[in-house]
């Protein structure tokens, strides 16, 4: 069934577990994710990003995105993931999704914080949630670097969230998008400040690597919502380069995408396990 970001948060703070926002890019992902909710019974999010649109198309897998999660056995949010410009995050809405997130955390906080404002009074006008950015991560979402990470200040923070209203926060402390170095360092009494002074839930950018301790801690300190994706896509990738290494003669490219789903399944089942508490 298709839910709003508010009544996953709902439950997420109900339960003191977090839940994952896996980004769907295709058919075999957004299939992946799903069955591993409704087999462990836990609702999820799935997401677009907008920097997905040359492989991903928002009106070719939104409409699919939506639909699946209207036919799930478990409470589906569909989600627009750092959406940049106002046009897109409109389409997303007219798409049907329940949930969008701006990130201006590369802007002034004053622009970041005014287009924020017209994007929530625009969203929920409509019944769609609103997630934002302040703060930067140390990359950005399509792994690459980005010049280093701004931890989010929480007084700034709290400002941010009175000014603009937003139903969600994200906030860096230290995460990174993309694949993981070396184990990163998490800042656990800045999530708790931030939560406090907030009094949102808050949302972990770049939680693919992150270790199971580490997941646990942050969602003791207020995490409820954590984005996962880069490690989920690279199972896939292995599955398939595997699957053509022991088979030489392999023909058919749908062997090559059932095998990759099954990787990414697993590997979605195992986050959303540490995520869930169950």
Same mark, same amino acid.
């Given at each position: !069934? ?81 959406? /940049? ?15 969008? !997130? ?30 934002? /950015? ?47 170095? /070396? ?61 053509? /290494? ?33």
């Amino acid at each position: !069934m298709i839910v709003s970001l508010k009544e996953i948060m709902a439950y997420a703070e109900e339960n003191k577990c977090a839940v994952g926002a896996f980004n769907t890019p295709t058919l075999e992902s957004l299939n992946a994710v799903i069955s591993a909710a409704e087999e462990l019974d836990v609702p999820v999010i799935i997401s677009h990003a907008e920097l997905h649109e040359p492989w991903a198309p928002l009106d070719v897998i939104g409409p699919h995105m939506v639909l699946a999660a209207k036919n799930a056995r478990v409470p589906v949010c569909v989600h627009l993931d750092h959406g /940049e410009h106002f046009d897109y995050i409109k389409r997303a809405i007219e798409l049907g999704f329940t949930s969008v !997130m701006y990130d201006g955390s590369a802007l002034e906080y004053s622009e970041n914080s005014a287009n924020t404002f017209s994007i929530t009074e625009y969203a929920h006008a409509l019944n769609v949630d609103v997630e934002a /950015e302040i703060g930067a991560l140390a990359s950005r979402e399509d792994g690459h670097h980005s010049g280093g990470a701004v931890y989010t200040d929480p007084e700034l923070a709290q400002r941010f969230v009175e000014d603009t209203g937003i139903d969600a926060l994200a906030a860096s402390f230290g995460t990174a998008h993309g694949i993981y170095k /070396e184990k990163p360092k998490l800042d656990f009494p800045r999530i708790e400040k931030i939560r406090e002074l907030t009094g949102l839930p808050l949302v972990m950018h770049g939680g693919s690597g992150v270790s199971p301790e580490d997941y646990r801690r942050s969602i003791e300190c207020g995490i409820r919502k954590i984005n996962y994706y880069s490690y989920m896509a690279r199972e896939g990738v292995f599955a398939a380069k595997k699957l053509i /290494e022991e088979n030489p003669g392999l023909t058919y490219f749908h062997e090559l995408a059932a095998e990759a789903e099954k990787a990414m399944k697993a590997d979605a089942m195992k986050a959303m396990r540490v995520f869930s508490g169950k």
